[in-house]
């Protein structure tokens, strides 16, 4: 009776599944020779031989057997995994021990570069506020001059003052007037760190407000001539009537630099001749183009392959592929993600035979325009211009020609919606390194040139633009 009930109350014991752990086998695959939960059913053993794992003890027993008729075959078997275990446990420990000491150095390397870093911020800081000092230090004797000079005055006695005299005061108390004005109006300056620790490099970038970027020729300007002059220079410059321009018609270059907006100075790590083109990819890469040849900056630091030669101009298109002009083979060469050049157009043909190309540009759509110039003058109209215009694939759509009387040459361009850009080097100055811009518009197969910008009224162009 005792064993009767004892058979009763006996539970077969519970097996977790080793892929499915909270799963417990149900079946075993004569296929596999394997032990199946319900999960394993659909993910491993679809359409394998089954059966239920009570049922399965014949199978069962018989793999034991072949496991076990070479028991010296199967403990070594087992021993190498004993063998596996401790040659990867080794391994983890040096492996552990190298990438310590890396992060050690590197370290080290990231505490030495902001120190640098540090000296070199403190430095320039230093000589900022030495210039503040130095200029306030100027102000405060010139208030003094001319408080001395208005106290000698009398106003009943006005008559009997020089000319010069009264000039002198007058002139001494607008400047300074504007500039205490402008002091009013400070602004503290403050210090703002982005610090980005890589690998390779600590980049550590300063940002400061914009009166501490302009307040040494915003606050402590002192002028003898109008309010908006930053010049602190100790001769006063004169301009003639004629060539005063309206201050609303010139575009400032300050007026780019915002606090959103940082400059951002980089230094080359080493010479690589004059640049003519920079073409960002981001804000630390850039492609450039430097007595012909073409370099790569990668995280603000200048490769030392040089990827093509021969360059006249570049340019990028928006799948990342660079195009490069070569004007004495006449071709625009293509140069792939895997640094492949190919050649993209031939520009050669014997209509364009008499045709130099000097420089190329292409739009926000990718659309390629191209500047020629004819090798020789026609008598009668001069240096023929020519303006091509290809598609993506490097195909012609369109061509524009124009003469000029004398040979200037196009150093670059830039195509900004209907109109063309173009930065000339002229070649009937007095001095032959002045450059001009021209804004050209294309329709009807001509060019024709709808403004021009060829110096700084007051100024010599030959000399100063």
Request: glycine letters at 2%.
């Amino acid at each position: 009776m005792a064993d009767k009930l004892l058979n009763t109350c006996k539970f077969e014991p519970t097996f977790y599944c080793r892929f499915h752990s909270k799963e417990t086998y149900q079946l075993y695959c004569k296929d596999c020779h394997d032990f199946v939960c319900f999960e394993c059913l659909g993910e491993f053993h679809e359409k394998h031989f089954l059966c239920r794992l009570q049922d399965s003890e014949e199978d069962i027993r018989n793999q034991i057997g072949i496991l076990f008729s070479e028991k010296d075959n199967c403990i070594k078997y087992i021993d190498e995994f004993s063998d596996i275990i401790n040659t990867n446990w080794r391994q983890l420990t040096i492996d552990e021990g190298i990438i310590e000491q890396q992060i050690k150095t590197n370290a080290e390397q990231m505490r030495e570069q902001i120190i640098l870093h540090e000296k070199s911020l403190l430095s320039e800081l230093h000589t900022i506020f030495k210039n503040f000092k130095i200029s306030s230090q100027e102000l405060t004797t010139r208030v003094e001059n001319l408080q001395s000079d208005v106290n000698k005055f009398d106003v009943d006695k006005l008559p009997e003052y020089k000319l010069e005299e009264m000039i002198n005061v007058l002139s001494e108390l607008k400047p300074c007037t504007v500039a205490c004005d402008n002091m009013k109006k400070y602004q503290r300056p403050n210090f703002n760190t982005d610090v980005k620790c890589g690998y390779d490099i600590t980049e550590v970038k300063i940002g400061v407000s914009e009166s501490m970027k302009f307040s040494s020729e915003k606050h402590f300007s002192v002028s003898t001539q109008t309010e908006d002059s930053i010049d602190v220079d100790t001769e006063d410059e004169w301009f003639d009537a004629e060539d005063d321009v309206d201050e609303d018609s010139i575009e400032r270059s300050s007026d780019e630099i915002k606090e959103h907006n940082p400059l951002q100075i980089c230094k080359l790590n080493k010479e690589i001749g004059r640049i003519k083109k920079i073409c960002p990819i981001s804000h630390t890469d850039a492609w450039i183009l430097a007595d012909r040849q073409l370099y790569k900056m990668v995280n603000q630091s200048l490769e030392d392959t040089v990827y093509a030669d021969d360059a006249e101009d570049i340019t990028v298109l928006k799948e990342g592929n660079v195009l490069i002009l070569r004007n004495d083979s006449k071709v625009i060469m293509k140069l792939l993600k895997n640094k492949r050049l190919v050649r993209f157009a031939n520009i050669g043909n014997s209509y364009y035979k008499d045709m130099i190309p000097y420089c190329f540009c292409n739009s926000k759509d990718d659309l390629l325009t191209v500047y020629l110039i004819s090798k020789s003058r026609d008598q009668r109209r001069g240096y023929r211009n020519c303006i091509l215009q290809m598609n993506k694939d490097g195909i012609l759509t369109a061509e524009f020609n124009f003469y000029a009387g004398s040979m200037n040459e196009p150093c670059l361009m830039q195509n900004e919606e209907t109109n063309l850009y173009v930065l000339y080097l002229a070649s009937y100055y007095e001095y032959k390194n002045l450059h001009y811009i021209n804004v050209l518009k294309a329709a009807n197969d001509k060019c024709e040139s709808i403004e021009s910008f060829n110096g700084i009224f007051g100024y010599q162009p030959s000399l100063h633009f």
